[in-house]
């Protein structure tokens, strides 16, 4: 996959959500939580007015409603603005 952002935009790979079984019952994916933390895998240039202070590898946080979801051969992304994620994970 070659996907560059542009801009301030940051291509990320959700964290799968976690599958959720209550007394044997499986909930299903439509009524699992939207995950909110993934992994930064492309980033864009940043603009005159905001530098990109997020790489590549970076795990972050994001808002419930953040990005546009995008399908590459079968996979799920998120492109989203810099400005829409939240916080960088750190070990």
Do not use: C, F, H
């Amino acid at each position: 996959m070659n996907i560059k952002p542009l801009s301030d935009r940051v291509l990320i790979e959700p964290t799968a959500a976690e599958e959720v079984t209550l007394g044997g019952i499986i909930i299903p994916d439509s009524a699992k939580e939207k995950p909110l933390k993934g992994k930064v895998l492309a980033v864009g240039q940043g603009t005159k007015d905001e530098e990109m202070v997020l790489k590549e590898g970076d795990i972050v946080l994001y808002g419930k409603y953040a990005g546009t979801e995008i399908e590459v051969e079968g996979e799920k992304y998120l492109m989203m603005r810099q400005s829409d994620v939240l916080a960088v994970v750190t070990d």
